[in-house]
């Protein structure tokens, strides 16, 4: 793997150890728990993140469709936290394949959505998806805190 690449699945490697961070010694009960109305669990945000991710780096960049739906994702309960680690594992795992297959010459490539809606360079679906993990690490980081404020009481 070039050197793009291998600091690439670096950084993300990272900001999935930061997701099972942030749900390590949690009770069941937290998992689903949300902090107010509109705003999502820890197994939601994991889940949609973990979708995502197989989707840009899967779908777009390894052209590998996975069968998405996005929806369902949003809709996830009752998941443990091994459930949800080995999910973050199976998707890093299926992203480093994606990036060991792929070369610098890859990022200029073109990608259509599977709805024939947008098409992106591969370099954008391989940014986008890092900027939207970490954002969601963020948003997973903060739960992790109101979870502990509030249990704290």
Known sequence: MNALFAD??????????????AVHNLPPEALDWQPGPDMNSFTIIISHVAGSER?????MVGQDPSGRVRAAEF????????TLTRLLDNTLAHSRAVLESISL??????????DGQRTHRVAWCLLHNLEHVALHLGHVQILRQLWDQQTAQ
Do not use: M, N
């Open 55 to 59: 989707f840009w780096v899967g779908d």
């Open 105 to 114: 010459d890859d990022l200029a490539a073109e990608r259509t959505t599977p």
């Open 75 to 82: 809709e996830q309960k009752g998941v443990t936290a091994v």
């Open 8 to 21: 690439y699945l670096e950084r993300l490697t990272t900001l999935h150890e930061g997701f099972k961070t």
